[in-house]
Nanobody
Framework: QVQLVESGGGLVQAGGSLRLSCAAS????????VAWFRQAPGKEREFVTS????????YYTDSVTGRFTISRDDAKNTVYLQLNSLKPEDTAVYYC??????????????????WGQGTQVTVSS
């Protein structure tokens, strides 16, 4: 089992940047693919990005490609999400998720076995 804790959210103006962190504890983190999802008020949770176990493959939803970057530092058991050129429509609670058994490019949230508690990102116009 793995426990996930997100941090780094906050309030930022449009065009600004944030870096989110997803810190893992428990079993060997290198065995897990990791994804970020987000959920805005009144909307379904949606896939943002993911990274495979080796860190060699990353996947992004179209709306964030070129603006967001996922990376992992297995020595620190942490996955990062760099958010640049933020837009008001990026406002949401951001969740990290992990799973050992998934192909990293799995975009339905119910497939992912472990979740953090979420961190709020608010982008003002």
């Amino acid at each position: 089992q793995v426990q996930l804790v997100e941090s780094g959210g906050g309030l930022v103006q449009a065009g600004g940047s944030l870096r989110l962190s997803c810190a893992a504890s428990g079993r060997t983190f290198t065995a897990y693919a990791v994804a970020w999802f987000r959920q805005a008020p009144g909307k379904e949770r949606e896939f943002v990005t993911s990274i495979n176990q080796s860190g060699g493959s990353t996947y992004y939803t179209d709306s964030v490609t070129g603006r967001f970057t996922i990376s992992r530092d297995d020595a620190k058991n942490t996955v990062y999400l760099q958010l640049n050129s933020l837009k008001p429509e990026d406002t949401a609670v951001y969740y990290c998720a992990a799973d050992q058994a998934l192909f990293a490019d799995t975009r339905r949230p119910y497939h992912w076995g472990y979740w953090g508690q979420g961190t709020q990102v608010t982008v003002s116009s």
